[in-house]
């Protein structure tokens, strides 16, 4: 695991280079992203959305980029995708079980899912699909927690989630989901850190608006887990929280604490409908 | 047009000149007094007319501040009139000529904390150091700049006069 790991990250940064150079960042001198071309896609959000037009990160993004993430080949995202597409099948743990064992062929058995996640689990407790996957490991596998942002997790995350490319963001916020939805839609609206900034102050008011190196999206969560070229390889939507987190001059919440959970689920609601783009790319 | 000229901020600004002074009996700012290495300071309307020194601010060093990721990093957010630095930001006004616009007591306030103008503000507050909810560690109980920064950006500020 750990050699194919390695070997997955230098391909990765292969294909990076070559694909895209640094300085993707746009600003009004250069090259405008597709969002203030006017050249993009929005969907129309539910009525309680504060939004009034949802749109991916993608169209906040260079042309290059979206040529990166365009392109299956070139999609440097897909080498986690298809570890996770060799790992389904790899019996772990004390139960001798694979993923396929109880879910068969994952592009039958888990369409729809990664766009319904994250989702209350019978324990009644929120789970997102890195979750849900640790769940599955210890509780039917016998099989240690893969370890958040580790590529074997990556790996498996961006597979069952890209079982769900193209199908609208569809995650419930009622019953028992509704305590984790306010408790989120409480964590985006309060203003943290040393800077004073909620995720509203940049993703919600000034979406659209250049931030020095980087173009503010609306910070949807339809693509995740993204290959960000800031990175050099797939991670997580939580490690991106954590980012923002500090870049508030805060600090920050543990990747996978209830607290991003609950965040994880209300922005993914803010963006229901978008269409899921696992593995995106983004700067 | 800034937001702190529109027409519209005029009864949000008088109303919170008023709080201010209902709430601590006096202009002096919340905040400024409960953290203690903060030098005091009075609001009176839109300004903060006296200087938080005894040091007149250097513009020079006031412009090396605005461009310090780890400083005041004003860059970031507006347009400045500094060569090479490509990457400025639009989320808050076109800084160019705001000293002609603004005089030094009414650009202090609003280097201090934007809020006591507009509490909607996103612009963070530069010289206010405690009720921020999670600040980090290291950061905790501090300013973003220090009162001679504070001096020195509101003097690079007033100098930009076009």
Known sequence: ?283 | MPWCQRPSHQPVRAAIAFLIAAVVGGPVAPGAASAEDLVAFVVDGQSVPKPLTGTPGDPVAGAKASVNRGGGNCLACHVLPIANQPFQGDVGPDLRGVGARLNEGELRLRVINAKLVNPESVMPAFYKADGFLMPRKDLAGKPILTAQEVEDVVAYLASLKE
């Open chain 1, 1 to 283: 695991m750990k050699i194919k790991a390695s070997a997955l990250g230098a391909l990765a940064m292969a294909a990076v280079v070559t694909a895209a150079l640094p300085g993707a960042a746009q600003n009004d001198q250069g090259e405008k992203p597709s969002f203030l071309r006017n050249e993009y896609q929005a969907v129309k959000p539910e009525k309680a959305n504060p939004l009034t037009e949802l749109i991916s990160g993608y169209f906040f993004r260079s042309r290059e980029t979206q040529a990166l993430q365009d392109d299956d080949f070139l999609n440097p995202g897909f080498l986690w995708v298809e570890q996770g597409q060799d790992l389904w099948s790899k019996p772990e743990g004390e139960a001798g079980k694979s993923c396929a064992d109880c879910h068969q062929d994952a592009a039958a058995t888990m369409k729809g899912v990664g766009a319904s996640y994250p989702k209350v689990q019978p324990d009644g407790k929120l789970a997102n699909l890195e979750g849900r996957i640790n769940l599955c490991r210890t509780q039917y596998m016998k099989a240690p927690e893969l370890k958040y942002d580790s590529d074997p997790l990556l790996a498996l995350t961006a597979y069952v989630r890209h079982q769900s490319r193209g199908m609208p963001v569809k995650v419930a916020i009622d019953g028992t989901a509704a305590p984790y939805f306010e408790k989120g839609k409480e964590f985006y609206y309060t203003r943290r850190g040393q800077l004073d900034f909620s995720c509203a102050s940049c993703h919600e008011t000034n979406y659209g608006h250049y931030l020095r190196a980087d173009f503010l999206s609306q910070g949807q969560s339809n693509g995740f887990p993204t290959y960000r070229l800031k990175w050099q390889k797939l991670g997580s939507l939580h490690r991106r929280l954590e980012g923002c987190v500090q870049d508030t001059r805060g600090e920050t919440f543990k990747r996978g604490s209830e607290e991003f959970l609950a965040l994880e689920l209300y922005l993914a609601w803010r963006g229901q409908g978008l269409p899921v783009e696992t593995p995106s790319v983004r700067q």
